[in-house]
Each structure stands twice: as C-alpha cells, then as structure tokens.
C-alpha cells in the first residue's frame, strides 16, 4: 500500500480542456470523433513549438501549467505505445528504401519527451519514462511516489497516449481517442493504492484507467478499481 496526495490536476483530450468539459464528459462519457486538433501551447516559442508531436504537445498542455513555480521537480512520463505515428512513418520510409530523418528518429524514442521537457524548461531534476502495458499508470505511481519518500516535495505525474495509425487497430483497442492527464502529487495520506491478486478474471474498463480515474477525482466516488492481468489495483480517497 502506498499513500500520497493529489494536489492537482489538467486534463486534455479533443474538444475536452476545461474542468466543466471533463466533468460533462464523465457524466456521460463517449468516444471522441477522430480529430487533428492538438492543444494550445503558445506558452513555448515558435521555434521549439516545431519539434513537437501531437503526442508531446498533449504531455506539455497538461505539465506546463502544473509545474509553474516548482523548480526541480521530478517527473515520471507514463505511455504505453509511444510516437506510433512517428514510428510508423520511419518504418514506411525503411519499406520505401528512402533515407530516415535523424531529427524524427531521435523524436521517436520513448523518452524522447521527458529529453524535451529538460531542455525547454532548463530542468536537470529526476525523471522517468515508462512504457508499462496496461497498468503502466500504477507502476507510475509506484516510482512518484518512491521519489516523495525520498525527498521530494511534489512529484509531477503525466500519462499520454496517442490514437495510432490505422492499421495497428488490429493490435492497438485502449487508446479510444488521444489524451493526456497530469497529476501533481505530493506526500499525504489523502489517497491510497492498494495491489492484490485478482481472485479471477476482471471484465476491463471500457476507458483507459487514467480517465476512469479521471472520473472518480470529478465525482464523489471513493474507489477506484483496476484489473490488469492478475493484478487488482485499488485506488481509495480518504478524504
């Protein structure tokens, strides 16, 4: 078991940016059309705004605003699958026999976006990328709050996923529509995260569990339940 507090959080997906829309949206949730809309990060100057995918402009939406005022602050950078489309343009090149862009495939890697975030925010303090499978928000969890037992006064916690190409649908069904959620955690005992063994198999979520979490922080439920494998993760607010 372990316990932390979320002091706050920022959410984007598209069409989805303020708390009304967010709490709109968990009242009634939908898939999102498919959409090219990307957040707005004019905050960043023309030039670095150029380097980023959709992918990371989601990451720095919801990031940014949380990490105004807090220097050095750690940040654990959560994605399952990653820069699909960048990936998935490097492999149609390597099919084509064309020659790769260095620029795209240094952009490409999964840490690309916490390599970002340093350079753009000056910012030299610990940071993680992980690419868990479909409890990788948990397995955050476990190394935020590792680092506010170590120390750290708040911990910057950010989960994004991109809609793949098209033809990884076959593969790919948890991303129903991309999003990006942000929590800035710091030490308490507002919450707990429990794991268990699972007694037997768990129908999933219909949601990705960063938006059902999302949902249990917008309404007045206390309990949080995510299955994954043989693992039952249980997320319980005390307060």
Request: aromatic residues 8%.
């Amino acid at each position: 078991m372990i316990n932390f507090n979320i002091a706050q959080w920022r959410a984007w997906a598209p069409g989805l940016e303020s708390v009304d829309d967010w709490q709109a949206w968990s009242r009634q949730p939908v898939a999102l059309a498919a959409s090219d809309a990307a957040p707005d990060v004019s905050f960043l100057p023309a030039m670095q705004r150029r380097r980023l995918s959709r992918l990371a402009r989601m990451a720095f939406s919801v990031a940014w605003p949380l990490a105004e005022g807090r220097p050095d602050l750690p940040l654990v950078f959560i994605s399952r699958h990653g820069e699909t489309p960048r990936t998935f343009e490097i492999l149609k090149d390597l099919a084509a026999d064309q020659p790769l862009s260095p620029t795209q495939f240094s952009l490409s890697v999964h840490n690309a976006v916490i390599g970002l975030w340093s350079i753009m925010r000056g910012e030299t303090s610990e940071m993680t990328a992980l690419a868990a499978t479909g409890d990788g928000l948990e397995h955050g969890m476990l190394e935020a709050v590792a680092l506010l037992n170590e120390g750290a006064p708040a911990v910057l916690l950010v989960i994004t996923e991109e809609q793949p190409p098209q033809v990884y649908a076959p593969w790919v069904d948890d991303v129903p529509f991309p999003y990006a959620v942000g929590l800035l955690l710091t030490c308490g005992d507002d919450w707990q995260l429990d794991l268990s063994s699972a007694p037997a198999p768990m129908a999933g979520s219909d949601w990705p569990h960063a938006l059902d979490l999302l949902r249990t922080l917008l309404s007045n439920d206390t309990t949080c339940q995510h299955a994954w494998k043989n693992r039952l993760w249980t997320w319980q607010r005390n307060r």
